[in-house]
């Protein structure tokens, strides 16, 4: 089994062609979602009462939800708005709510989880909520903008405590202070992380392990909508394939990576989770097999 533990939200999203609104969102959502194709998943998450229960049946449906909280007060929103090229985000709200005076606490059925996915969060609750678990064999972690710039030391003291951390490029060179995204990784391996998974939007990712670079080119995809919840449903995808293998193999790692760039292509084709929730593993197989023909020569 595999357990996630980061944000369920109320998302509104302001594309150029469609604005939505306190739409199903969240970086445990997307990852949890993401992960659920190839594992049993477990989310740690907590919504406010005004959660909608249309949105809880779609948890349901994919994640085991005896870890998600439901608490007095208002579920986590956030506001974002995109470019017209799709390319840059600005914040323009986020109110915590709820999550900010969540404990979270691991239920008793997840302890034995050996696979654990961080989602972006507070890095203090992230490096305490992993002591909590039994025997992890593999655990992930990823992190934004905003918990760089508050909590800088947290940060680096979580990236100390999992095996990998999963960081868009942007968000890697602000938190190392440096330019080379090689550079950043040797920085992120220096501060304890074993793997460093830098993603790069539609330019694909790229996977350091000691002195091993694999680079994986993104799905190509002519027409993308909504960005929001790729890198999420990128990360949930890669964990969720090494939990189903039960490996930590660096073949497999690699694998995994493909998967993810996989899942987050289906994540941006359509807005908010539609993308997701409307794939299934024949459709994913497909893909991966077409992501293959593409890079073989």
């Known amino acids: 089994m595999l357990t996630v533990f980061g944000s369920t939200a109320l998302d509104t999203i302001r594309t150029p062609s469609k604005i939505l609104k306190d739409v199903l969102g969240g970086a445990a959502t997307f990852a949890g979602i993401s992960a659920s194709f190839f594992v049993d998943t477990g989310l740690i998450a907590v919504v406010g009462t005004d959660f909608p229960k249309k949105y809880h049946s779609i948890l349901q449906k994919y994640l085991d939800l005896s870890g998600l909280s439901v608490q007095k007060g208002k ?30 606490v691991v239920p008793e059925k997840y302890r034995k989880s050996q696979f654990v ?43 100390g405590s999992v095996d ?27 501060w304890g992380a074993k793997y460093v998974i830098i993603k790069k939007g539609e330019h694909g990712s790229l996977l350091f392990f000691e002195d091993v670079i694999f680079p994986s080119v993104a799905f190509s995809l002519e027409d993308i909508v909504d960005p929001t919840g790729a890198g999420d449903s990128f990360a949930g995808a890669m964990i969720g394939y090494l939990a189903s293998k039960n490996t930590t193999s660096l073949s497999e ?42 890079i073989d020569f």
Not at 76 to 94: A, H, Q
Not at 119 to 139: G, H, M, R, W, Y
Not at 264 to 290: D, M, P
Request: charge should be positive; hydrophobic fraction near 35%; proline fraction near 1%.
């Open 75 to 104: 579920t986590f929103r956030y506001d974002g708005s995109y470019d017209d090229t799709l390319s840059t985000r600005t914040t323009n709200k986020t109110e915590l709510n709820v999550l900010g005076s969540f404990s979270p």
């Open 117 to 159: 996915y961080l989602a972006n969060n507070d890095p203090d609750q992230n490096t305490e909520l992993i002591k909590e678990f039994d025997k992890v064999k593999f655990s992930m972690c990823d992190t934004i903008e905003f918990w760089i710039n508050s909590k800088r030391k947290s940060v680096i003291k979580m990236i």
């Open 164 to 190: 990998a951390v999963v960081i868009n490029d942007e968000e890697a060179k602000l938190l190392t202070k440096e330019h080379n995204l090689i550079k950043c990784a040797k920085k992120m391996m220096d």
């Open 253 to 294: 790692i690699k694998k995994s990576v493909v998967y993810g760039n996989v899942l987050g292509s289906f994540a941006v084709e359509k807005y908010g989770l539609a993308g997701l929730l409307s794939t299934n593993k024949a459709k994913i197989q497909s893909r991966i097999k077409k992501y293959q023909s593409m």
